[in-house]
């Protein structure tokens, strides 16, 4: 209330990359935002596992027009090797359900994972063109500390920032 009425605002970016994560919270906030009518542009993060056609009604009904995934990689074997959770068909559901709320799609990938190679890269950039999002971001590969990428890299020997703690 205090942003719409006071400042006027109708473009809020949701920060929380884990936006999506429960239902019920997700459903709770966008009906108490839709009751209020403030017709917002709202730009959110959701998984593909977590995101159901109720939620995704619920945020457009919010006014979230713009979700942004992390698909990572259009690659069965990578996606399986990362422990993702879900599967390529299960992005492509979620596109289409996207896309049907009228729901505009921000696409999330990363190269260089442990099994990627030529033809995995090829695989991703086929989900892209296929996904079609709005826009998309591209990342490399990073062993952060902490990360279980981290600790593969460890055990292997593999180059990692000198500033990094080993």
């Keep these: 209330d205090w942003l719409v009425h006071t400042h006027g605002i109708r473009n809020i970016k949701i920060m929380d990359e884990m936006f999506g994560l429960h239902e019920k919270r997700v459903a709770a906030l966008c009906d108490a935002i839709a009751e209020r009518q403030y017709d917002l ?3 959110a993060y959701a998984r593909v596992n977590t995101v159901t056609p109720s939620m995704l009604q619920k945020m457009k009904q919010a006014g979230i027009h713009w979700i942004a ?3 990572e990689s259009g690659s069965k074997r990578v996606i399986e090797n990362v422990e993702k959770g879900y ?3 299960a992005v492509k559901q979620v596109v289409r359900q996207t ?4 729901i505009h799609i921000g696409a999330n990938y990363i190269f260089g994972l442990p099994e990627d190679d030529y033809a995995s890269m090829n695989e ?4 892209m063109l296929d996904i079609n999002a709005e826009w998309a971001n ?3 590969a990073m062993a ?3 990360s279980r990428l981290f600790e593969t890299a460890i055990a292997n020997n593999w180059s990692l920032p000198e ?3 080993r």
Excluded: A, E, H, K
């Design 41 to 43: 542009n709202i730009w």
């Design 69 to 71: 995934y992390g698909f």
């Design 87 to 89: 599967s390529i068909d």
């Design 99 to 102: 896309y049907d709320n009228g």
């Design 124 to 127: 991703t950039l086929q989900l």
């Design 138 to 140: 591209i990342y490399s």
């Design 144 to 146: 952060y500390p902490g």
């Design 163 to 165: 500033t990094w703690p």
